[in-house]
């Protein structure tokens, strides 16, 4: 018991843990992940592992003692990592089924484009109906590589002073 949560070595309902691999520090550009091997306890428990709905659901490696005689946890666990469910891979073989499901890092977050997300207003109004807050605005989806040094040689500033008898509208 951790908590107010039971742990065991086989669930009635999900089965048991077989393996845990990959379960390591990463650098560079690799978000950690590890790959979790299930042995469901039987059809019901694989196709509640299976359902597209668990994609996504929070993952929590802990290690820790715990007192056999009273079944409890000595002292906190610590945490080796903390994920979501991604992908899972069925394995079939002669005598059983496991499940392989991929535990992607939060970090992998890091990694994903917006693609769908814009500074227009066909994208602001998808998100806020009826708010006219970028009905007029434009010009304004400059593309700028992140670390690159900009082209500052030709600076233009605009005010909207007049500038009577200057052809430049106010543009100097």
């Known amino acids: 018991m951790v908590g107010n949560r039971l742990f065991v070595g086989r669930d009635p309902t999900y089965g048991v843990l077989d393996t845990i691999k990959g379960l390591a520090d990463t650098m560079g550009d690799q978000a950690p992940a590890v790959t979790l091997g299930l042995i469901p306890a039987g059809n019901t428990a694989l196709a509640q592992l299976l359902d597209p709905s668990v994609q996504g659901s929070a993952v929590t490696i802990a290690m820790g003692c715990i ?3 009273a079944g409890t946890a000595v002292s906190a666990p610590y945490v080796l990592f903390t994920g979501e469910l991604d992908v899972p891979t069925v394995n079939w073989d002669a005598n059983d089924r496991r499940i392989d499901y991929k535990v992607t890092s939060v970090a992998e977050r ?6 769908g997300r814009r500074l227009s207003d066909a994208f602001h109004q998808k998100v806020w109906p009826g708010e006219l807050g970028m009905a007029f605005v434009t010009d304004v989806e400059t593309w700028v590589p992140w670390g690159q040094k900009l082209d500052t040689t030709a600076i233009e500033t605009r005010t909207n002073i007049p500038t009577y008898g200057n052809s430049t509208n106010g543009r100097t």
Do not use: M
């Open 110 to 115: 890091l990694f994903t484009t917006e693609e």
């Open 67 to 69: 007192d056999i005689a």
